[in-house]
């Protein structure tokens, strides 16, 4: 089992910036591939970045490419999730997930409870 706990969540203006953490612990954290999704009110949830398990990998949907930036430390067992220029669209519940390097949500094991980020305009 890995368990994930996301953080830095928040309210923020239109165009403001906020880094979300995901803190993992049990099994070896570098095993795994990252992943961060959203799921806003009323909507699927959709993949939003992934870094491969030696962070020298990464994608964006391209709904976020030049805003977010994920990354990962695992000599801490986290991973960061920096997001700039942020809009209203963005408000969402994020959550991080282990497993393999992907997009699609069911090719991760585990998954974080999520964090709220509300963008106002």
């Known amino acids: 089992q890995v368990q994930l706990v996301e953080s830095g969540g928040g309210l923020v203006q239109a165009g403001g910036s906020l880094r979300l953490s995901c803190a993992a612990s049990g099994r070896t954290f570098s095993n795994y591939a990252m992943g961060w999704f959203r799921q806003a009110p009323g909507k699927e949830r959709e993949f939003v970045a992934a870094?491969?398990?030696?962070?020298?990998?990464?994608y964006y949907a391209d709904s976020v490419k030049g805003r977010f930036t994920i990354s990962r430390d695992n000599a801490k067992n986290t991973v960061y999730l920096q997001m700039n220029s942020l809009k209203p669209e963005d408000t969402a519940v994020y959550s991080c997930?282990?497993?393999?390097?992907?997009?699609?949500?069911?090719?991760?094991?585990?998954w974080g409870q999520g964090t709220q980020v509300t963008v106002s305009s």
């Open positions: 997930a282990a497993g393999s390097y992907s997009d699609y949500a069911a090719r991760y094991e585990f």
């Open positions: 870094i491969n398990r030696r962070g020298g990998g990464t």
